[in-house]
């Protein structure tokens, strides 16, 4: 495979997220994913055997051995392949869903394809493709948006929302207006489920009714308490001015706990994905409980696919084994019953 060549384009921009999460403190400073704020009642008598637990969940018409999403990151550098493909391979192993970072790099230069492309390793997975919706007010459509999910043979397409990010960037693009007419032709035209999703601000009520009236057939809320990235922006800006304004927005967002209500109350029926700041699988079991479908982590992913393979499978289990715990210790067996189990308010 040949040297990819870091240019001050999109490509590049990859390459400096990817660094940057790694290298730096780029976590809301005071503001949290609210989880904190609930807790299981603990059920001291579950009756039933650990054994008999059961963590699968299906989506979009695949099982998954846990209600576990490895959440988009990256794509479009040498290391981003390297990364992808060590996820993607433990996502088939243990049975877990990927997403993979914004493909655009790959539309631009079709020769960058291959750094997002996973089934090699990953035949079988819940594996979503990803374009910022705001691409569709800059000359993209169905059709690249169709191109993105052939290029990894998804199973459906994740329309990322990112306006604080864009907006802080220099060389953001920022016309988010008339995007709702224009996400409801992608979800009309494109072969595969529609997935919208915050980047870590999180959706409002609204914006979750709206987008499924727009025929979204999933939201990710990615809320706020997680990975900030204006603070990602921030350690990018070319100089003080736009630093500043960048840090300005160090807490800014709707918290993922409050996320994930808002887009139950809003979008009724959709399932509902929750990242942004979840950390260990007590945090993934919690956002069930609220009403989630899926949880997804990046931050983590991302450091331990830096590391190896084996320290993403490792990542994966323990996740599944606090998952599975929680669902004992609340007397949960199955999924379906942990989205029943009411959560202590230790506001």
Not at 106 to 128: C, G, H, M, S, W
Request: charged residues 20%; negative net charge; aromatic residues 6%.
């Amino acid at each position: 495979m040949s040297k990819v060549t870091d240019t001050p384009t999109t490509e590049s921009r990859k390459a400096d997220h990817i660094r940057i999460n790694l290298e730096k403190d780029v976590q809301f400073p005071r503001l949290t994913t609210g989880l904190e704020k609930y807790r299981f009642l603990h059920q001291a008598l579950p009756e039933m055997n650990f054994s008999d637990v059961d963590a699968r969940v299906t989506l979009f018409g695949k099982t998954l051995s846990a209600p576990i999403l490895i959440s988009s990151m990256t794509g479009g550098t040498d290391m981003a392949y390297r990364i992808n493909q060590n996820l993607a391979e433990a996502a088939q192993a243990r049975g877990v869903a990927m997403g993979l970072g914004s493909q655009r790099a790959a539309i631009e230069k079709p020769e960058l394809a291959y750094t997002y492309q996973v089934r090699n390793v990953a035949p079988d997975i819940l594996l979503f493709a990803n374009v910022g919706a705001v691409q569709l007010n800059y000359r993209y459509g169905p059709q690249q948006c169709q191109r993105a999910v052939d290029m990894i043979e998804a199973d459906a397409l994740i329309l990322h929302f990112n306006v604080l990010q864009e907006a802080v960037q220099p060389e953001g693009d920022t016309d988010f207006a008339g995007l709702l007419s224009k996400v409801e032709q992608v979800c009309s035209h494109v072969s595969v489920p529609v997935i919208a999703k915050e980047v870590g601000w999180g959706f409002s009520e609204q914006n979750a009714c709206d987008l499924k009236n727009a025929g979204v057939a999933a939201i990710d809320v990615a809320g706020s308490g997680g990975t900030s990235w204006s603070e990602v922006e921030y350690h990018r800006a070319p100089n003080a001015f736009h630093a500043r304004v960048a840090a300005s927005f160090a807490d800014w967002g709707i918290p993922t706990a409050d996320a994930i209500q808002y887009a139950v109350k809003g979008a009724p029926g959709l399932p509902i994905i929750a990242s942004g700041g979840l950390r260990d699988g007590i945090d993934i079991a919690k956002c069930i409980a609220l009403g989630a479908t899926l949880g997804g982590l990046a931050g983590p992913f991302l450091k331990a696919a830096d590391q190896s393979l084996e320290s993403v499978d490792q990542l994966i289990r323990e996740l599944t084994a606090q998952l599975r715990i929680a669902m004992l210790c609340s007397g949960a067996r199955t999924i379906d019953a942990l989205q029943r189990t009411p959560l202590l308010s230790v506001q």
